[in-house]
């Protein structure tokens, strides 16, 4: 097995927690590789079907973690999804589930367009803290982490916060 120099990061949360803005800063403060899993599955056409419900593609999971496979053994990746339990509990040296007030998080969807079931659906996951419980079940409890994800300051704290962990870890590792 091949040390890792780098550490992976896995930001997981309800869709229009922040994940994607807070994923890209990231990666350009700490130098790690951005994945953002949605975007991969429609390059590669990683999907398995279609949710009418929904009005959206379902990911095939097996495809993904296939095709991230050798990425991650590198080490060095900052993956951001929605969903968490299908991974590799191996890949993730330390998991950030975002959480968002509802009120907050409706309007994100609502300016999304989401409507009717999928933006009830979203926000009451949400509220059952659905992710977070995932993630808990999914990885180690020590490297699962909850952060608040509400208006920029919270963006600025939890990216400073990261940063110092990704740094600590590098000299800790290397």
């Not at 080490?75 to 975002?98: A, K, N, Q, S, T």
């Not at 009717?116 to 992710?131: A, T």
């Amino acid at each position: 097995m091949k040390i890792m120099v780098r550490p992976n990061i896995l930001l997981t949360g309800t869709p229009g927690v922040g994940k994607t803005t807070l994923g890209k800063e990231l990666a350009q403060r700490t130098g790690l590789a951005y994945v953002n899993v949605g975007d991969l599955a429609k390059e590669g056409q990683l999907f398995d079907g279609f949710d009418e419900e929904y009005q959206c593609p379902v990911l095939d999971e097996d495809r993904v973690v296939d095709e991230l496979e050798d990425k991650m053994s590198d080490g060095g990746v900052i993956v951001d999804y929605h969903g968490c339990d299908f991974f590799p509990e191996r890949w993730f040296h330390i998991v950030f589930v975002l959480r968002t007030d509802n009120t907050n998080l409706y309007s994100r969807l609502e300016s999304r367009g989401y409507t009717g079931k999928k933006l009830q659906d979203n926000v009451q996951c949400e509220i059952f803290q659905s992710i977070y419980e995932e993630a808990m079940e999914a990885y180690d409890q020590e490297i699962v982490h909850q952060l608040p994800s509400n208006d920029p300051e919270d963006m600025e704290r939890n990216l400073e916060k990261i940063t110092q962990w990704v740094e600590q870890w590098m000299k800790d590792h290397n």
